[in-house]
């Protein structure tokens, strides 16, 4: 009796840990989190196939490593994990506790593990973004959770569709446990986005779907659901669980007779009324096709669309970077200034990167009432990523991972290929238990607050800095890949990792002298 009422009090206390976990990152009873832009390869500059992320969140840890491959013994195990809110550091976080355990496989692949794991050393690579989905399908049953599922992939698969049958495959048998969420997977031939719930309450398994985007095409995830109609005879273009239909037609979320199946409608309806994701949606798509006139207050947009030019890095950047500034959606374009002479500007506290509660202090609201509009650029970003996958290079080479720390607005990209062994010690630093001088989140974290709080001066120190900074690494780009071809695979993995770890120095040390340097400039005019 003893043992029954512990377990069922364990349990009662993981479930609420799992309702805990990724909401502690919700605002408005909706996601607020990631953003994700997929590219096909025949959109991209070069030809290479692109995911993207942008980790934003309150919660996350900001270190980084690189975990390397590994060969297991036959009776090994891989330990799984609730997340859940941690309150008891100096800042909020995370924790991982203990649920389980699934059997390890013989070899896995080596991976850049950055909160949420990015690319593996065959050039696989991931970015995510949290739907949320319907409450009543949260399972604490399960033992796969979002963060886990996606390391698993990494370190057990090369390709997208292999990725996808066997996320499949371990959450039916081990469940998965998590909200809704859309993961963004690129290979070198293609780029998939998979969006998954769970199965409902005390039980174990999943419903997914799969689309793919097509070669020519960008696509965009940002916190809702966006699959609609699935083909069932298009399997160069579809998979799905096999209980997907049956569960969406037996809790009559959808009928049978009355409408085509659409599955964000049936697993995520309220994410389709989120004017946080619908309004990043617009914009994303809007600016790599803007002829198309998309109508900025739809409900739904195109699962894809074709980009009007190539997408090259820098537009990737361009799309990350963005706060609606010049359209009708900029929250703070009503703040100006009259100068001395007579001249209307923007005003120097004009700062479309304030915490909510300042809101109020301008009269700031939107698309997301008090919270104002969900821009693509966020002030709690922990980092973002714009992944390469080029299928004409060996991999070691051909997966390149673009890494920028804190704000996008506000940063730059180092380079780390997927073969890498190390990173910069910065980049290792945890960040979370408060100001840490030995952080690279930190360095870029001190200097967008900066930047912010006198937002249209301070952002043209920034760039004065930063944007050739930016210009630089991209023009060693090809010089670097060009000498790493001529050298052995052993040679090449140091090279390239000594190359990652410059890079990540340099701009560390950048961002640290631009904040002192701000400081300094406007000592008193915060």
């Given at each position: 009796?003893?043992?029954t009422?512990?377990?069922?009090?364990l349990l009662?206390l993981v479930?609420?840990?799992?309702n805990?976990?990724?909401?502690?990152d919700?605002?408005?009873?909706?996601p607020?989190?990631c953003?994700t832009?997929?590219?096909g390869?025949n959109?991209?500059f070069d030809?290479?196939?692109?995911?993207?992320?942008t980790?934003?969140?309150?919660?996350?840890?900001?270190?980084?490593?690189?975990?390397?491959?590994?060969?297991h013994?036959?009776?090994?195990?891989?330990?799984?994990?609730?997340r859940?809110k941690?309150d008891?550091?100096k800042?909020?976080?995370?924790?991982?506790?203990?649920?389980?355990e699934?059997?390890?496989v013989?070899?896995?692949y080596?991976y850049?593990?950055?909160?949420?794991?990015?690319?593996?050393?065959?050039?696989?690579?991931?970015?995510?973004?949290?739907f949320?989905g319907?409450?009543?399908?949260?399972?604490?049953?399960?033992l796969?959770?979002?963060?886990r599922?996606?390391q698993?992939?990494?370190?057990?698969?090369?390709?997208?569709?292999?990725?996808?049958?066997?996320a499949?495959?371990?959450?039916?048998?081990?469940?998965?446990?998590?909200?809704g969420?859309?993961?963004?997977i690129?290979?070198?031939?293609?780029?998939?986005?998979?969006?998954?719930?769970?199965p409902?309450?005390?039980?174990?398994?999943?419903?997914?779907v799969?689309q793919?985007?097509?070669?020519?095409?960008?696509?965009?995830?940002a916190?809702a659901?966006?699959?609609?109609e699935?083909?069932?005879?298009?399997?160069?273009?579809?998979?799905?669980?096999?209980?997907l239909?049956?569960?969406?037609?037996?809790?009559?979320?959808?009928?049978p007779?009355?409408?085509?199946?659409?599955?964000a409608?049936?697993?995520?309806?309220?994410s389709?009324e989120?004017m946080?994701s619908r309004?990043?949606?617009?914009r994303i798509?809007?600016?790599?096709?803007p002829s198309?006139?998309?109508?900025?207050?739809a409900?739904?947009?195109?699962?894809?669309?074709e980009?009007?030019?190539?997408v090259?890095?820098?537009?990737?950047?361009?799309?990350?970077?963005?706060?609606y500034?010049?359209?009708?959606?900029d929250?703070?374009?009503?703040?100006?200034?009259?100068?001395?002479?007579g001249?209307?500007?923007?005003h120097?506290?004009?700062?479309?990167?304030?915490p909510?509660?300042?809101?109020d202090?301008?009269?700031?609201?939107?698309?997301?009432g008090?919270?104002?509009?969900?821009?693509?650029?966020r002030?709690?970003?922990?980092?973002?990523?714009?992944t390469?996958s080029?299928?004409?290079?060996p991999?070691?080479?051909?997966?390149?991972?673009?890494?920028?720390?804190?704000?996008?607005?506000?940063?730059?990209?180092?380079?780390?290929?997927?073969?890498?062994?190390?990173?910069?010690?910065?980049?290792?630093a945890?960040?979370?238990n408060?100001?840490?001088?030995?952080?690279?989140w930190?360095a870029?974290?001190?200097?967008?607050?900066?930047?912010?709080?006198r937002?249209?001066?301070?952002?043209?120190?920034v760039d004065?800095?930063l944007?050739?900074?930016?210009?630089?690494?991209?023009?060693?780009?090809?010089?670097?890949?060009?000498?790493?071809?001529?050298?052995?695979?052993?040679q090449?993995?140091a090279?390239l990792?000594?190359y990652?770890?410059?890079?990540?120095?340099?701009?560390?040390?950048?961002?640290?002298?631009?904040?002192?340097?701000l400081?300094?400039k406007y000592?008193?005019?915060?």
């Amino acid at each position: 009796m003893k043992i029954t009422i512990s377990l069922t009090l364990l349990l009662t206390l993981v479930a609420q840990g799992l309702n805990a976990q990724i909401k502690a990152d919700w605002e408005g009873g909706v996601p607020e989190g990631c953003t994700t832009i997929t590219v096909g390869k025949n959109a991209t500059f070069d030809g290479s196939v692109m995911t993207s992320h942008t980790d934003d969140s309150h919660r996350t840890r900001s270190w980084m490593n690189i975990v390397p491959e590994q060969k297991h013994g036959r009776r090994d195990m891989v330990t799984m994990y609730s997340r859940e809110k941690d309150d008891s550091r100096k800042m909020p976080a995370y924790k991982h506790t203990p649920v389980g355990e699934i059997p390890q496989v013989r070899k896995t692949y080596g991976y850049i593990n950055s909160a949420y794991p990015c690319m593996n050393t065959k050039q696989l690579a991931i970015g995510e973004s949290t739907f949320g989905g319907r409450e009543s399908l949260v399972s604490g049953k399960g033992l796969i959770d979002c963060q886990r599922l996606i390391q698993l992939m990494l370190e057990r698969c090369t390709t997208a569709r292999e990725a996808i049958k066997m996320a499949g495959d371990l959450t039916k048998k081990y469940g998965y446990r998590d909200w809704g969420e859309c993961l963004t997977i690129a290979d070198k031939k293609e780029v998939w986005h998979f969006e998954i719930v769970g199965p409902g309450k005390d039980k174990v398994g999943a419903m997914w779907v799969a689309q793919r985007v097509p070669d020519n095409h960008v696509s965009v995830n940002a916190n809702a659901a966006r699959i609609l109609e699935v083909d069932t005879t298009d399997t160069k273009n579809f998979m799905y669980s096999d209980n997907l239909f049956d569960m969406a037609k037996d809790s009559a979320w959808w009928n049978p007779l009355e409408e085509p199946f659409r599955f964000a409608y049936a697993y995520a309806p309220e994410s389709r009324e989120s004017m946080a994701s619908r309004r990043r949606e617009w914009r994303i798509l809007s600016m790599v096709a803007p002829s198309l006139e998309l109508d900025p207050e739809a409900m739904d947009y195109p699962f894809s669309v074709e980009p009007e030019q190539k997408v090259t890095l820098h537009k990737m950047i361009e799309l990350f970077k963005d706060y609606y500034e010049g359209t009708p959606y900029d929250m703070v374009g009503h703040l100006k200034k009259v100068t001395e002479d007579g001249d209307t500007i923007p005003h120097p506290y004009a700062n479309p990167f304030m915490p909510y509660d300042k809101y109020d202090l301008h009269n700031i609201e939107g698309g997301w009432g008090k919270l104002g509009e969900r821009t693509i650029a966020r002030w709690y970003t922990m980092y973002g990523t714009i992944t390469q996958s080029r299928d004409w290079l060996p991999d070691e080479i051909g997966g390149l991972v673009w890494m920028a720390q804190d704000n996008i607005a506000t940063s730059v990209y180092i380079p780390i290929y997927c073969s890498v062994t190390d990173l910069p010690e910065s980049y290792k630093a945890p960040g979370r238990n408060g100001f840490n001088r030995n952080s690279a989140w930190w360095a870029f974290n001190r200097m967008s607050t900066l930047a912010a709080l006198r937002w249209n001066d301070a952002r043209h120190d920034v760039d004065k800095v930063l944007l050739p900074l930016q210009e630089e690494i991209f023009a060693k780009q090809r010089e670097t890949e060009l000498a790493a071809m001529s050298m052995g695979t052993k040679q090449t993995i140091a090279h390239l990792t000594r190359y990652t770890i410059d890079w990540g120095n340099k701009v560390v040390n950048t961002a640290w002298q631009i904040g002192d340097d701000l400081w300094t400039k406007y000592d008193e005019k915060f």
